[in-house]
């Protein structure tokens, strides 16, 4: 397991490198989905990168952000094997689905380097958790072609990688809305995600005491909690003398 980042922080070695954010244009070579990426939740503790996504109506374009796993001393992006690892576990929220693409090598924008890129990375739409906190993993065998699947010019290349980008593109908005705001707590590389016990708020009263008639309500959602962002079920029992447990 690699850590990338967690609410304690990042990395020593292996956090973030070079996060940006971007936004293009659609078929109508105008930007209309615009990112609201602020910097001082990726730099300050509890650490996460939040990013809020505003589309017009009836966008064409996208918009996103991104990092990348490692860069060199004019900090640009160097390749690296991510073969060590079945895939990625992701701790996050999203008021609506988020696409989630492998920046590969050889599947870059056009440029000097790859003349041929086309931005066909491989990927996974991250489902809604409308607005909670869920873990989830993702495995490398499970990642899709982005715009056109049915090529087969490119090729997933786990040992070429570059990094991570997320992005809310118009099919998205048009099928779940013009807003989405997207928040990553923790990721790691790994070949599961990593299980936490639910514990109990340690500021619920353990001890109530009721007049006659009087009642008193418990919502286990606030007694209990889970970091993995499991949902949690429960049981009770009477003990008699109008006491449960």
């Known amino acids: 397991e690699r850590l990338i980042w967690d609410e304690s922080g990042v990395s020593e070695y292996y956090g973030p490198q070079n996060i940006y954010s971007y936004e293009y244009p659609g078929d109508n070579g105008k930007k209309d989905i615009f990112i609201d990426l602020d910097t001082a939740e990726i730099t300050d503790a509890p650490y996460y990168m939040k990013a809020t996504f505003e589309a017009q109506e009836k966008a064409k374009g996208g918009a996103g952000f991104g990092f990348y796993w490692s860069v060199d001393a004019e900090y640009d992006p160097t390749v690296t094997n991510l073969s060590s690892f079945g895939g990625v576990c992701l701790n996050y929220s999203a008021t609506n689905p988020v696409r989630m693409d492998f920046v590969q090598y050889d599947i870059r924008q056009d440029d000097e380097v790859n003349p041929d890129g086309d931005n066909n990375y491989f990927g996974y739409r991250l489902p809604s958790t409308e607005g909670q906190r869920k873990n989830v993993f993702v495995a490398f065998a499970d990642l899709e072609l982005g715009w056109d699947k049915n090529t087969s010019q490119n090729v997933w290349k786990v040992k070429q990688q570059l990094g991570l980008q997320f992005s809310y593109k118009a099919d998205l908005a048009s099928r779940f809305g013009q807003s989405n705001v997207f928040s990553i707590h923790a990721l790691n590389l790994a070949d599961e995600c990593p299980q936490h016990p639910p514990v109990v708020n340690p500021d619920y009263p353990t001890r109530v005491e ?14 209990f909690s889970d970091a993995d962002g499991d949902t949690l079920s429960s049981t009770a029992k009477p003990l008699g003398c109008g006491v449960k447990t």
């Open 210 to 223: 009721l007049q006659e008639g009087q009642s008193f309500v418990v919502r286990l959602s606030e007694v």
